[in-house]
């Protein structure tokens, strides 16, 4: 039994002695996130934050010390995250090959897929992006057609995938093909390839938030070595499937987007306080009040769901639940944060909005609640899955 | 510590609704009620729990009990909502061992033994006006000789009519809250019972002058805090057993009833909505268990938590009673099926230690806005 108490106190020194002080700021938007990378551009403090956190392996702090992570228990990483809470410091480092594909590599990867990638995951050398909607492949995703043919030792990849995030500044994807068209789930793979491989061609897609965070992505006779199969041939689903839990738990920790608290601290700008020293507008107060208590329920669902995935307890379509409660909390969030500022946050290209931040971050949560599964789709995996009614 | 039930809690879980599914299911509060019963509970059972070890579950094993905390009371509560059981384990085994933990030696050797037992019932007089505001609290209690003498009246007090020892909250001096000990059969206390809507009583006491010994003040302003969190947390678990009771009712119907051919829990229309209140009730659970883990380590972030955990079970099981009702659809409307009593449960403990807007408010000042 680790003494955590002991843990728990060399980890606050450390983090104390180690996190600057610009990374114990709260992140103003999602430009202020470290996504890592070949083409990453990163403050000096950053930068520093980043390696000194990954030296440690505490980056992905749970993942083996042998692939670049910190071999921490569940019980010691939960305190590790606490205390990087109780300081304000700021996540060294966010990226899908942490928080997607780095558990499928552990999971179904064989050891030199594992050496190879997980360590440049752990030190933000490589940014993964996902390869898996297509334009006739939405929430129907195991329809998908992008054809990977064997030939020799290589696989020859053709066709289109949508709603690739970040394609367009990522440095490799891991990306759903058809193998097969015999069976629909047991017809596709998982592969992996470098986007700088000839053939290979980005268009970022401009959204009603006026970014871009994802891309068309075309594959033109793509050429992928046969050993970035992960997993059997024709088993890719499972790999797949596996992947999207994670995937829906990462979206889902956007409910956790700062707290209801912070709602109501906008709103005091806008509005003011009555003479009791309340948000001097009764009704925007009550909205934001209830919103708190969804938030704060949400924080402990979410926290009781990991725990118990951790202690292989858990459903795994609780994943699905949880990314339809997160999303849709955050999108309140948003519509509340945009009544709380009121005229002021309107602004779509100010340099007192920050480039029209508060509006365009209200925009791009709309995708919440759609990308990773729509809400519709998750809510028929928790009916089917977790509640058994019929219809599976 | 993480966020589900070790295995000894799992363990009381067990215990708790193996008896209460043989003792004292739904049917056994309908039978109570179609009988007229005038008590609004059944002695004999809560002597069972005592004889389960059940009642003394936050007593303090100094004192007789088994020393444990909110979490393990929690988990008898919520089978005690799923089971519509009439009992005082709330009023009596959560608010009052926590309002008599720092009584006099005398005061508790008398009554813990009795609440281990079964053989007493305690319950909380707080609420004054129709809506749950302790801030407002008027009842006084002015130092008299050694002791005081209390002037106030109250409602809502469950199990008032029958109940043997009342913890009443009262103001000392026009000053601080303070809870005190006192005998309802004593002179000064008049006591009238009301049914409520879902057949439980509660009464209405009027104090006039009653005159109590020093010692009949079990605790001040802390112990009033910590008596309030007992009942709203245990309250939100109670809560949490309704929903959850309802709505596994209402999923067995959903599986079983044939429309146009099919089980009707095949619709889209029906399996999004009882997906989506899964996820609430599942929040609301989770909320209310990180309360409990906090309160019984002491830890300060307790307040907001029981704050979010009654807000949150009670908007959760609100919406659970409704769905059932309407999902069940003809049937749910009469009273021959059960699954209404579990609605008129939901708005009596809605109510109890302050409903969803009373602690969305307090949540709301507690941020700062």
């Known amino acids: ?392 | 510590m993480p966020l589900y039930l070790t295995d000894e809690q799992a363990m009381v879980a067990d215990t708790a609704r193996g008896f209460l599914a043989d003792n004292a299911p739904v049917a056994h509060a309908r039978a109570l009620r179609d009988a007229g019963d005038s008590a609004g509970l059944s002695r004999p059972l809560w002597r069972q729990l005592g004889e389960l070890g059940l009642n003394g579950i936050m007593i303090p094993e100094a004192d007789g009990g088994l020393g444990l905390g909110h979490v393990e009371a929690g988990v008898v509560l919520e089978e005690i909502g799923r089971n519509l059981t009439p009992s005082p384990f709330l009023q009596t085994a959560v608010a009052g061992a926590t309002a008599l933990r720092g009584a006099a030696p005398e005061l508790r050797e008398r009554w813990f033994p009795r609440m281990v037992a079964g053989e007493a019932v305690v319950s909380l007089a707080l609420d004054e006006g129709a809506r749950h505001r302790p801030d407002a609290i008027a009842c006084r209690a002015e130092r008299s000789g050694n002791g005081f003498r209390l002037t106030g009246a109250k409602r809502f007090v469950a199990h008032g009519h029958v109940v043997d020892l009342l913890i009443v909250v009262a103001r000392v001096d026009d000053a601080g809250l303070a809870l005190f000990a006192v005998d309802p059969g004593q002179p000064g206390v008049t006591r009238a019972a009301e049914r409520l809507v879902d057949s439980s009583f509660a009464a209405t006491i009027a104090l006039d002058g009653v005159e109590v010994d020093g010692d009949a003040m079990v605790g001040g302003a802390d112990a009033v805090g910590a008596t309030l969190a007992a009942v709203r947390t245990g309250a939100a678990a109670e809560l949490n057993g309704v929903a959850a009771g309802a709505t596994a009712m209402t999923l067995d119907y959903l599986r079983t009833r044939k429309q146009f051919g099919q089980e009707i829990g095949r619709f889209q229309a029906l399996q999004h909505r009882a997906a989506h209140l899964h996820s609430e009730l599942t929040a609301a659970r989770a909320a209310t268990l990180k309360a409990q883990q906090l309160l019984d380590a002491g830890d300060a972030r307790a307040e907001r938590a029981v704050a979010v955990a009654k807000a949150a079970a009670t908007l959760a099981t609100t919406l659970a009673v409704q769905e059932a009702v309407q999902m069940h659809g003809g049937i749910g409307m009469t009273d021959e099926h059960d699954i209404g009593l579990f609605m008129k449960r939901a708005r009596v403990l809605a109510e109890l230690g302050g409903d969803a807007d009373f602690h969305a408010d307090a949540l709301a000042r507690l941020s700062g806005y």
């Open chain 1, 1 to 392: 039994m680790v003494d955590l108490s002991a843990f728990r106190q060399e980890a606050r020194a450390w983090l104390e002695a180690n996190c600057p002080p610009a990374m114990r700021q709260p992140l103003r938007s999602e430009k202020d996130v470290v996504w890592g990378g070949r083409n990453a551009v990163l403050t000096d403090d950053q930068r520093l934050w980043l390696d000194r956190m990954a030296s440690r392996g505490w980056t992905v702090p749970e993942w083996p010390v042998a692939y670049g992570g910190g071999g921490l228990s569940p019980e010691e990483a939960k305190v590790l995250k606490e205390e990087m809470r109780a300081l304000g410091c700021r996540s060294p480092l966010d990226s899908f090959g942490i928080s997607m594909l780095g558990p499928a590599l552990l999971k179904f990867g064989n050891e030199d897929q594992k050496r190879e990638h997980l360590p440049k995951i752990a030190r933000g050398e490589i940014r993964w992006c996902q390869g898996y909607s297509e334009p006739g492949a939405g929430s129907d995703l195991a329809g998908l057609q992008t054809r990977a043919v064997l030939d020799g030792d290589r696989f020859i990849v053709n066709g289109q995938k949508v709603w690739t995030s970040y394609a367009d500044q990522a440095d490799w994807i891991f990306c759903l093909v058809r193998t097969s068209t015999e069976s629909k789930q047991g017809g596709i793979s998982f592969l992996l390839f470098d986007m700088a491989s000839p053939g290979v061609s980005t268009k970022p897609i401009l959204l009603i938030s006026g970014s871009s965070p994802f891309c068309e992505t075309f594959f033109d006779d793509v050429s992928v070595p046969k050993e970035n199969l992960v997993g059997e041939l024709n088993r890719g689903w499972d790999v797949a499937k596996y992947l999207l839990g994670h995937e829906r738990e990462m979206i889902s920790g956007m409910g956790l987007g700062g707290s209801g608290a912070s709602i109501g601290r906008r709103a005091l700008q806008t509005v003011g306080v009555d003479d009791q020293g309340r948000l001097d507008d009764p009704l925007l107060r009550a909205r934001i009040a209830h919103h708190e208590v969804r938030a704060e329920a949400f924080s402990a669902m979410l926290e009781g769901f990991i725990d118990e995935l951790k202690a292989g307890r858990g459903h795994p379509a609780g994943a699905s639940m949880v990314k339809y409660h997160g999303t849709e909390l955050n999108k309140a969030r948003h519509e509340l944060l945009m009544s709380a500022g009121g005229s002021d946050v309107l602004e779509w290209e100010s340099e007192a909005t920050r480039g029209g931040a508060p509006a365009r971050d209200w925009l791009r949560t709309k995708g919440n609640s759609i990308e990773g599964g729509t809400s519709e789709i998750q809510l028929g995996i928790v009916a089917k899955h977790l509640l058994r009614l019929p219809g599976a």
